[in-house]
């Protein structure tokens, strides 16, 4: 019966998302030790320098140094998006457990302002909010959650209707066991794979969104920098100052292609199906 | 309540409907499933209800585990009412009443093992017998205990609902078509199995089957169900000699009984 024992293996999608995403991780954590500059000093002198041995993606209308502030700039679009997944996905994971397993007019009233929700652009509402309220990180981070648990909980809800009528869900009900061990030990384990999913799509999302909004001045606020920011600082000549600009595209290109490999990845390993 | 007198179970006008559909935002479409029905088992008697399948069967298990709102009547075990408390069977009476399921792929958690099941009903119930006790009693080596539910068989899979079902010592236990899912060879295993643990735990059985065969085995008394109500209740050699209604008569024959 030792074969019963269960080993699983990683998808080729998950290891090439983590390699892709370890790689950006590590060069956002500690490619501050191959630079010996800051990423906020401007040096004029040096402004619009090309890519060079001493600045090796050269630098922006201020002469900062761009390789330094890609690195910053990563760990804040990091941090805002890890952020706000985090706290929409919590949020998401917990409307829809308990909408889907209270049901009745809880659920009818909370879905339907759900779908209110949802009928909103969230970008616009962002943009409304920050224009007159100014913009923070803090407040990037809350907004962004705040508009983006909706679809998570469409998701749980729809999953915990299906599993509340799930034989073991019974049997566990009929056992005594609570609902808040029911909810989060039985059924959030089986639904899990979904949520991943539906988190990878909100990260990738949240970095789009937050880099649109630092692209139109609106997120991050100079002179601190993320990947959008340092777009927006490129668009005057892109095609001339090429190196301001392209880089910080292929940063997110290449964050939201790992996270969108990790979900495919997770996705299949979560498969109950799969752990033989 | 250990010398309780009287019927275990007490099953008094019970109806239950459902919604089938909003009619709009204030108001839904309704189908009764149960229609006004009574009936009493005794400790230690197999109640069984026979009827084709969407007659609603399975609704009064339903109802007596409160996984469906009852509309109208009174449940009542060894004399507590179970329909009261926001329409959730009181929790000191939850661990005398287990079922077992029909479909034993959908019975047992696919995400966690065997044992954890068992580990955690012993976290809330310390003084319920041992898994590896009750697994032998079904007939399972405990090495079952490490394995994912879709590691068994079909046979194993009911074997272990019977045990997780046996593991908070209940006085009663719903079983919904419980071999019907299962080959002959099997279903006769699980069958004497049933029989067996019936005399040594004194169990009570509601059994609910579309197959007269199974409950003529296990049953002291069926009740014949046909669209939501009961049409007749006798013993299985009385409905097999005598019929009362003409629906238990035809039936029987579909069934190659008479």
């Keep these: 019966m030792n074969n019963l024992h269960t080993k699983s293996k990683m998808g080729g999608s998950l290891r090439a998302g983590c390699g892709i995403l370890l790689f950006i991780l590590l060069f956002i954590l500690i490619g501050r030790l191959l630079t ?18 001493s600045h090796w993606l050269g630098t922006d209308h201020y002469g900062r140094d761009i ?20 706290i929409a996905i919590v949020i998401g994971t917990l409307v829809g457990l308990f909408t889907a397993w209270w049901g009745g007019w809880f659920d009818l009233i909370v879905m339907r302002l759900v779908d209110v929700a949802l009928a909103f652009p969230r970008i616009f509402i962002v943009l409304l909010v ?16 705040l508009f983006s648990w909706m679809e998570t909980a469409r998701i749980v809800r729809a999953e915990v209707s299906t599993h509340k009528n799930f034989a073991y869900v019974k049997a566990a009900r009929a056992s005594g066991l609570g609902t808040n061990r029911i909810l989060f030990r039985h059924i959030f384990p089986n639904i899990a794979g979904p949520v991943i999913v539906s988190a990878i799509l909100l990260i990738t999302n949240i970095i789009l969104v937050e880099s649109s909004l630092s692209f139109l001045g609106l997120g991050v ?40 490999l990790i979900g495919d990845g997770l996705r299949d390993l979560f498969d109950p199906y799969r752990l033989n | ?26 108001s839904r479409k309704r189908k009764s499933a149960v229609k006004n029905i009574s009936f009493q088992i005794q400790t230690g008697e197999c109640f069984a209800v026979f009827g084709e399948s969407g007659c609603g069967k399975s609704s009064i298990i339903n109802a007596i585990l409160a996984f469906v709102p009852v509309t109208k009547g009174l449940i009542q ?40 099941l068992f580990k955690e009903i012993r976290s809330i119930y310390p003084d319920r017998p041992d898994s590896a006790e009750l697994l032998n009693r079904v007939g399972l080596h405990c090495d079952v205990l490490h394995a994912y539910p879709h590691q068994l068989s079909g046979g194993q899979k009911q074997r272990v609902g019977l045990a997780r079902a046996l593991s908070t010592n ?27 643990l019936q005399k040594e735990r004194k169990l009570t059985f509601l059994l609910v089957s579309h197959n007269f065969s199974i409950l003529r085995l296990l049953a002291d008394q069926v009740a014949i169900m046909k669209d939501g109500g009961f049409l007749e209740i006798n013993t299985p050699g009385q409905l097999i000699a005598n019929p009362q209604h003409d629906y238990t008569e035809s039936i029987l024959k579909q069934s190659g009984i008479r």
């Design chain 1, 130 to 145: 920050i224009g007159l309220g100014g913009s923070s990180i803090e407040l990037l981070i809350w907004l962004l959650a």
């Design chain 2, 170 to 196: 209940p006085k009663m236990l719903l079983l919904d078509e419980p071999v019907t899912s299962q080959d002959l060879s099997i279903a006769a295993q699980i069958l004497g199995l049933l029989k067996t």
């Design chain 2, 1 to 26: 309540m250990a010398n309780f007198q009287g019927p275990i179970l007490d099953v008094h006008n019970l109806c239950v409907e459902y919604s089938t559909g909003s009619v709009n935002l204030f």
């Design chain 2, 77 to 116: 075990f060894e004399n507590q009412n179970l329909l009261h408390l926001f329409s959730s069977v009181p929790r000191w009476i939850r661990p005398q009443i287990q079922p077992v399921f029909q479909d034993f792929h959908q019975a047992l958690n696919p995400r966690r093992q065997i044992g954890s």
């Design chain 1, 67 to 86: 390789f330094t502030r890609l690195i910053y700039g990563g760990q804040l679009t990091w941090i805002i998006a890890i952020f706000a997944t985090l």
């Design chain 1, 221 to 260: 606020q100079p002179p601190f920098a993320s990947w959008g920011t340092i777009l927006n600082e490129g668009k005057i000549d892109p095609l001339g100052n090429w190196w301001i600009s392209v880089p910080a595209g292929v940063c997110i290109l290449v964050t939201v292609a790992g996270f969108n």
């Design chain 1, 36 to 53: 010996p500059y800051d990423h906020l000093s401007q040096n004029l002198a040096e402004a619009l320098e090309s890519p060079s041995r």
